[in-house]
Structure formats: C-alpha cells, structure tokens
C-alpha cells in the first residue's frame, strides 16, 4: 500500500508541475486565441460480481452527459471548440485515468472550461478525515482529494467536477428530476462559459451512500436536467441538492430501508463565481448565439462540418433558413425554440418563404445527413391511430430511439397521444403484442413490425431503456400516460 501512494502522488505530482510549467510559460496565452470547452468523462460501468451491480446505471449516465454536449453545444453559434476524452468499460482504470487526465492537461487556456465527470463506485476509508477514494473497474484507488486539487490547478477559467459515487442501486428507486421544462440552449452557455473558479460536487455528503436506479444515478438525473433549466451553479445545485434529499428520504421510506440508509445529501465543496459583467473582461456572447449556424444563407455548408452534430442540432439548422423569413411553424417544438429567439418575427400563415437556391441547397444537404445519421430529428407529420387515412406505411415519430438518445426540449413540446405512440415505437421494434386493437392495427402498417406473443417482457437495449424512461417522466409531468 505504501509503494501504491507513493506511486499516485508520484504521479499527480508530475501532472502539478506540468500545469506550473504551463503557467509560467504562457503556453495557453500563446497558443489559443480560441475559448474551448474540455470534457473528461470516466464511466466504470464494467464492474465484475457484486460491484456489477450499477454497470447499467453508470452506462445511463454516460447517455446523460452524451446528450448535453451532442444535442445542445454548437461550436459555430457559441464560438468556441470542444474536446472530450472518454474513459468507459474495461478501460477505466485508475493507471488510465492518469495517463489520460496528462494528456488532457496539455492543452488547456487561460479562457478555457474543463468539465469533468465521474461515475463509479466510491468509498469514505476514514469516517474521521471523510476523505474519499474513487474505485475503478480493476479494484484500484484514486483519491478524489488530490485529483481535485490537480484540477483546481489547471490553468482556466472555469473547473467542473462532478463526481457520481459511493453508489448503491436499489431496483425499487423511482428518479424525480423536476417538473418545470427546459431551455437548454442559453442556460449551458452560461453555466459553461459564463462562470470561472471551481465547480466541485460530490453525489453525497461525507459519510453517506449515493443513490440511484438502472436508468441513472440521482445525482446525475437531477443535475443534468437542472443545468437545462438555471443559469447559474448556486441555482443548479441548490435545486439538485433539495430535490435528491426530498426523493431518497421518501424512496428509502417506501423500500423499508430507513435502518440502512439516510437520505442522500449531495455535497457542493465549492461551486465557482458567476461572470457579473461577461463584457467587461471580454466575454461578450458572440452575435451567432442564437444560431445554430449563422451564415447558412450565405455560404454552402459542408458534409464534414454537419456531421459533426447532432441530430437536434441539424433539425433546428435546417429549420432556421426558413425562420429567418418568418415562417409559421406547426409543431410546438419549433414554435417554443424559435420564438425564445430575439431575431425571429414571426408572420402569421406565412408558408411560402422565397429562399434562395443556396438556401434550398443547404436544407436538402442538412436533411440528406439527418437521414445518413438515423433521421430525421422528428417526424415532420407525426400520423395518430385512426389517421392513416389508408395510407400503407408512415415515418415513426423517432425512427432513431432505438439508437440515439432522444431530447428532453423536444419531448416536452409533445402532446399525450404523440408521447404514448414515441413509447410504443421501441416496444413494436421487438414485436411486443399490444392489446389496445389501436395500436395493433396501427403498428400492423409497419414493415419492421412481427408481433410476437411471447414477446411481453423485451430485452432493451441501454440506450431504449433511457428513452422509455425520459418518455415515461415527461408522460407522469403530463398527467401520465395516454390509453388508447
């Protein structure tokens, strides 16, 4: 043991000195006249034996924090590069980690963000000093103490860690993650480059377990769907911490385990400085903020540079040449986003937009890597049962949920009856046998779908269960679910 921490402040020490190195240099000074946003995220989600328990969980929550960089960071509109290193699986080990997290340091600026996010188990040794370790996959350590310290030094602006541990997965554990909707969009902006100091939380108080369930740990949850709706870390924590604590009790209560644990209590070590003048110092939000890609009605746009977003993010640039002339959406969804934008006037009616041939270009490009990438975003004429209108077939709402993760922003604009078939669109692809004579004639129409009678309990991919289970939630904030 002694030669292990010998060996662990060996290395962290190496790492400290390179962030010295760095500073003294100027080296970021010098090497970037471009804001990036750093990610790190550490999934230990391949456990063996007992400690496997949580795999599933850890993996929901690598899903989670996919989704906040995939479906709502635009480089073009923000002005600003990300990079992300991801350790998951076998591979999360605590001699990875090291390796990694020194290469990660090399390149980080003065005006940088780092994100760093961990999910795994965790263990408080001493009750006393309340120090915690980080476990990996391989059974090694890692002290969160000195990690955060070596983060702390890293030369920029703003440090986030979030560390989701010392975990336990009751199966009975249902996650309430709030009921007021989301605008993602402008709140991660701030929150990301709007803030400088260190953003360090922890999923529970010294002392205690955390908690959550396969779809993901509570932490995360919470603090996920919070950063989409507050624009400042005191706000984001303030509300994750009150609603984990009010949950567990109640959970725990409900599972008769009230002996075993108390409720869970995340723990905020320290959480930053907001920006009050972002101008000031020269942050001022660049004028494409409200774009996903602001000159798409000048210039022709690329395969290459599309394919590196997301599906959200090419169904809203897509739509945005339209919106610049003032065209009336249908769906709620592009009516909520784009009438939060300060550029868009709406003309009532107005269907007809004279784009330009570039334009027109431009939407069948985007559209055409939409498709490539499982698309498109949304259905553009999402059909009801008892709509069909003899038609042989029709688009599911999500022809992709069963790969990708879908959005909360849009899941919310949705009404009970589109929600309730989006759900029963993962269930047809494993030919659940419906009993509602609704859904049976209406999934008949459709060339994946063989109904299988023993097929009442499928086996769902990770990535269906996530999506079964943000369906779920934001059906239960609706009232619940539609029956047909």
């Given amino acids: ?12 020490q190496r790492i400290c000195l390179l962030v010295a190195i760095l500073l003294l240099t100027g080296f970021s000074q010098s090497a970037h006249a471009e ?77 940088d963000t780092v994100y760093i996010h961990f999910s795994g188990h965790g263990v408080i040794r001493d009750p006393l000093s309340g120090e915690q370790f980080l476990n990996f996959v391989d059974e090694s350590e890692l002290s969160r103490n000195e990690w955060a310290k070596s983060i ?16 336990s997965y009751p199966p009975e554990f249902v996650i309430a993650e709030g009921d007021e909707r989301v605008e993602p969009w402008k709140n991660l902006y701030a929150l990301l480059l709007e803030h400088e100091g260190f953003v360090d ?34 706000r984001v924590f303030e509300e994750t911490q009150k609603r984990v604590e009010i949950e567990t009790e109640g959970q725990i209560r409900m599972a008769g385990l009230m002996d075993e644990f108390d409720p869970q209590k995340p723990y905020a070590y320290s959480l930053g400085r907001r920006i009050e003048n972002p101008e000031a ?44 002339y003032g065209y009336d959406f249908n769906g709620a969804f592009l009516q909520e986003y784009f009438g939060s934008l300060s550029w868009y006037e709406k003309i009532p009616g107005f269907k007809s937009p004279s784009v330009s041939d570039l334009e027109t270009a431009n939407a069948a490009l985007i559209l055409k890597i939409e498709k490539e990438q499982g698309g498109p975003f949304i259905s553009s004429k999402k059909v009801m ?80 269960n996530h ?16 029956s047909w």
């Fill in 1 to 12: 043991m002694k030669a292990e921490h010998a060996y662990r402040l060996s290395r962290f």
């Fill in 35 to 111: 804001r990036a946003i750093h990610v790190f995220g550490v999934f230990c989600n391949a456990y063996e034996g007992q400690s496997g328990a949580i795999n599933e969980g850890v993996t929901a929550d690598s899903i989670i924090l996919n989704t906040i960089f995939s479906d709502y960071f635009s480089e073009q509109s923000w002005g600003v590069k990300l990079n992300r290193r991801t350790l998951e699986g076998k591979a999360a080990t605590k001699e990875a980690l090291l390796a990694e997290f020194e290469l990660f340091s090399r390149n980080i600026g003065p005006e």
């Fill in 152 to 167: 702390a030094a890293l030369p920029c602006r703003l440090k986030i860690l979030i560390t989701d541990c010392c975990s």
């Fill in 201 to 234: 939380i922890t999923a529970a108080s010294p002392g205690q377990v955390a908690l959550g369930s396969s779809n993901g740990g509570f932490l995360t949850i919470n603090l996920e769907s919070d950063m989409q709706r507050y624009s400042s870390w005191e």
């Fill in 281 to 324: 110092i020269g942050l001022k939000r660049p004028e494409s903020f409200e774009y996903v890609i602001p000159d798409s009605h000048t210039r022709e746009l690329s395969e290459d540079e599309l394919w590196q977003m997301g599906l959200q993010q090419l169904y809203l640039a897509r739509n945005e040449i339209f919106a610049r």
């Fill in 385 to 464: 049962p008892g709509e069909q209108n003899g038609a042989e077939t029709f688009p599911d709402i999500f022809a992709y949920s069963s790969q990708r993760a879908l959005s909360r922003s849009v899941l919310q604009a949705m009404t009970p009856q589109e929600l309730s078939i989006a759900r029963n669109e993962i269930y047809a692809r494993h030919g659940y046998p419906f009993v509602s004579r609704a859904l049976q004639n209406y999934f008949a129409t459709k060339p994946y779908y063989f109904r299988d009678s023993s097929a009442k309990d499928p086996t769902f991919t990770d990535i269906e």
């Fill in 467 to 482: 999506n079964l289970w943000l369906i779920r939630k934001v059906e239960r904030i609706n009232g619940g679910a539609y």
